[in-house]
């Protein structure tokens, strides 16, 4: 009875840090980003990369064509999240140089 339940934990333990799960999360993340960007999601999305990349050292340990498929949708996902974090610098820029033109406006009113 003990031994399954060991056999249980030990199997949802592995589940959960599973790297196929974290490049799932992560493409959802940047899709969010994307669509509402913020400090808080890229912290998390940070995060979530650098738990990735342990993941993939570990994997490589064990199985290097696991690890090389992995390092595959990480540079796939980074190109993500860069086009998105540039995606969002461009917004910025857009709505300061914007208001900056109705400060200008109303000051010379």
């Known amino acids: ?3 399954g339940i060991l056999l249980t934990l030990t ?4 589940g959960c840090d599973n790297p ?18 913020n400090a808080a999601k890229q912290a998390k999305i940070e995060e979530n990369f650098a738990k990735l990349d342990r993941q993939i050292q570990a ?7 696991a690890a090389s ?16 974090k540039l995606a969002r610098t461009l917004n910025d820029a857009k709505n300061a140089i914007q208001g900056i033109g109705e400060a200008f406006k109303e000051g010379a009113k």
């Not at 799960?21 to 493409?27: K, S």
């Not at 994997?59 to 064509?65: G, H, L, M, R």
């Open 20 to 37: 196929q799960r974290t490049v799932d999360t992560l493409r959802a993340e940047i899709a969010d980003f994307k669509a509402e960007p």
């Open 11 to 14: 199997v949802l333990l592995a």
């Open 69 to 84: 498929e992995l390092r595959r949708q990480y540079a796939g996902l980074q190109g993500d999240y860069q086009a998105a």
């Open 59 to 65: 994997t490589a340990a064990k199985n290097e064509d």
């Open 1 to 3: 009875m003990l031994g």
